[in-house]
């Protein structure tokens, strides 16, 4: 039953081997001399093989012809990623460059921050072309408020490889920007960087991005502010530039994080404001084909506006061939429509394949396709408004269903009350986008634009204080939950199985999937036994203020002062996933600045602290960050594994080594450039084993 329903997605199937093809060149390198002439030879056959054999072959043979052209479509996706990811090396080589905006900038407290595609670069007094995208922070001044997408500008620096902090278990930045192709990036003061040219990037891109910055002042305009115009401007425009962390904490908790990131819905809200619009329309054939070319443009345009996100890029796609399909009468398979989106997008964006919004959005509209009407059917009520709200949980728990073994892997949590939330969430999204749309039509009449913005901005006051409520509720977030990668495969596989299970009555299935909770259930804790027993000392990668961690089974102690302690942020930033990856259970901060004041042992878990000593069952640590160590003496070396310099030390490493017997120095991210050159200087001629966690990301020891 499976096969055969698989067998009638002909597009469905052929995407596979292609996205096989961009997943083995992302992880194993492949000459490209080898695959050219793998790819031309595979070519040749497989045209031979269907001009001249294929119709005098038997018919049980036709796999023949679709193995070469499964094995085309692998090469085929080797080489648009190898073509995708090709870098030019030399160029970081180099310090005057010229390159082009190639997004909308973005204004940090300090600096304009901009993607920019370098264009030429000059080395041994030649200018070369490059493609190479970089990302650049440019001083906050008069002129770089200035700069706009489509600019041309020359510059002076040298770039640097964008680099980790290496933090256990930390979000992998260079890793995030390699999936989009950026590997280097740099800072530009005043005066080391000139604009050459205004307006030299794509028109339709110009033109939409002005559009934006417009909407956004008409929304400024009439009055719209705040938390109201974050949203709107999320919501409507994708622009997140103005949303606060308590604001997108409150929406990612209780559910509703998926409205104020562009997609599908967005998308298709907007498909059945303009078809409702152009209903008229509708007479005739004629009139029929000039509203599907208007529909699809305008949708195109929103797209574009918005910044053609995965999900936007695919839900266009969709429905440019389902508005075709209505003017000609016909109606595409949605499966095969799903997979020429994937193939397009994949074709010229490879690299998308590892951006969670392309992974989310395409998991949630298959499982909304398949799931949806299997799970609406389950119930039929006879009230309207009872089955609008049930329609609406329907596709809600499809969405679930497709999207969280993806969405726990990455963020590891789940909203309780997702079912609650989108009941609210949804139909306040499609009121406010249609409110907006009525807005930017009626600007021009002050008193129906104030009407508009009157009722657009309550229910976005609404939509807040709900999302706020659910929030609240207990237990509204499952946190720190931990899957690895094969788990969440395991996950997708288990439900394919349960669903085939339910919706096919074979037996087999519940086989597989007694298995496969099984194969999980053991997996996790696996991991979850080796983590416990493991013992770690961490020196964290932090510039501000010096940060250690002691984990003890399922316990965690982070040392350090009242400055970190009282930064959430920072605190969310370093530690979260730290905590979920080795199911800690509780953890518990040191006050590092007031134990130094005490002269008594500070016991928490199973490690002692007191001044500037601390011991964790066989390992011993020495923390010099203040002047008090120029005044100690010893007859003999003291004995200890780490010594650990920190932000306030004043000594030097010769002193170090007269009183101390260790193993390793470690400079932690506070200790000044300037001190930092010398201590490793010293450490060298003394032939002193030294960790710089600058450098060299956090010092971790684990046992």
Request: aromatic share 16%; net charge positive; charged share 15%.
């Amino acid at each position: 039953m499976f096969i055969k329903e698989i067998r009638k997605i002909p597009f469905f199937r052929l995407i596979l081997p292609f996205v096989l093809g961009i997943i083995y060149k992302i992880n194993y390198p492949f000459p490209i001399k080898y695959l050219s002439i793998a790819l031309l030879s595979i070519i040749v056959i497989t045209l031979i093989y269907g001009f001249y054999y294929n119709r005098k072959l038997d018919y049980h043979k036709r796999w023949i012809m679709g193995f070469l052209l499964y094995i085309s479509l692998f090469f085929t996706g080797i080489l648009v990623t190898f073509i995708q990811t090709q870098n030019d090396k030399q160029f970081s080589e180099s310090n005057i460059f010229i390159g082009r905006l190639i997004e909308p900038v973005k204004e940090t407290e300090k600096s304009i921050k901009i993607i920019l595609e370098i264009k030429e670069y000059q080395t041994d007094s030649v200018w070369k072309s490059c493609t190479e995208k970089v990302i650049i922070y440019v001083k906050k001044d008069s002129l770089s408020k200035l700069l706009a997408y489509g600019d041309l500008i020359t510059f002076n620096s040298r770039f640097k490889a964008i680099q980790n902090y290496g933090n256990p278990d930390e979000f992998d930045y260079k890793k995030y920007l390699a999936n989009k192709n950026i590997h280097f990036q740099t800072y530009l003061n005043t005066g080391h960087w000139k604009l050459i040219a205004n307006n030299k990037g794509n028109v339709v891109y110009a033109t939409a991005y002005n559009l934006r910055i417009k909407l956004l002042k008409i929304y400024k305009a009439n009055n719209i502010s705040g938390d109201e115009f974050a949203i709107l401007a999320a919501l409507t425009l994708g622009v997140k530039d103005y949303l606060s962390p308590e604001i997108m904490q409150s929406y990612s908790t209780s559910g509703a994080m998926h409205i104020l990131a562009v997609s599908g819905l967005h998308v298709g809200i907007i498909y059945l404001i303009l078809n409702s619009m152009l209903f008229f329309m509708r007479k005739n054939k004629i009139l029929k084909f000039i509203q599907a070319i208007i529909l699809i443009i305008f949708i195109w345009f929103f797209a574009l506006i918005t910044g053609l996100s995965p999900s936007v890029t695919r839900a266009s796609i969709m429905l440019s061939f389902i508005i075709i399909g209505n003017a000609s009468g016909r109606r595409p398979s949605v499966f095969n429509s799903i997979a020429v989106s994937a193939f397009l997008i994949l074709l010229f964006k490879p690299l998308a394949i590892l951006h969670v919004g392309f992974q989310l959005s395409y998991s949630a509209v298959l499982a909304i396709v398949y799931f949806q009407p299997k799970i609406y059917r389950l119930w039929n009520p006879k009230n309207i408004l009872l089955d609008k709200a049930w329609a609406l949980t329907a596709v809600s728990i499809a969405a679930q269903i497709g999207t969280f073994p993806i969405s726990i892997f990455y963020f590891h949590q789940f909203p309780s009350y997702f079912f609650i939330t989108n009941l609210i969430a949804i139909p306040a999204a499609y009121i406010i986008i249609v409110l907006a749309v009525g807005l930017l039509i009626f600007n021009f009449f002050s008193l129906i634009s104030d009407i508009f913005s009157f009722f657009l901005e309550w229910t976005i006051i609404i939509l807040n204080f709900s999302t706020t409520w659910i929030e609240k509720l207990p237990l509204a977030s499952i946190n720190h939950i931990s899957y690895s990668f094969i788990e969440t495969l395991i996950l997708y596989l288990l439900i394919t199985s349960i669903a085939l299970l339910i919706f096919n009555q074979n037996k087999k299935w519940f086989i597989y999937a007694f298995t496969l909770v099984l194969f999980f259930v053991v997996s996790n804790n696996i991991r979850r036994i080796n983590s416990t027993k493991r013992s770690m000392f961490i020196v964290f990668n932090s510039k501000s203020t010096p940060v250690m961690g002691i984990k003890s089974h399922q316990n965690f102690s982070i040392i350090t002062d009242s400055t970190f302690a009282k930064n959430k942020k920072s605190t969310k930033y370093l530690l979260d996933n730290l905590l979920t990856y080795k199911f800690i259970k509780d953890s518990s901060i040191v006050r590092s600045d007031l134990i130094e004041k005490q002269t008594k042992y500070h016991k928490s878990g199973s490690f002692f602290f007191q001044n500037y000593y601390i011991k964790y069952k066989d390992l011993k640590i020495v923390l010099l960050n203040n002047e008090r160590f120029n005044e100690m003496e010893s007859p003999t070396k003291l004995n200890t594994d780490i010594v650990i310099l920190s932000k306030g030390f004043s000594s030097n490493v010769e002193q170090i080594n007269k009183l101390f017997a260790f193993e390793t120095l470690v400079l932690d991210a506070t200790i000044p450039y300037w001190q930092e050159k010398t201590i490793l200087r010293d450490c060298g001629a003394l032939n002193i084993n030294v960790h710089n966690v600058k450098e060299s990301g956090a010092y971790i020891r684990e046992w």
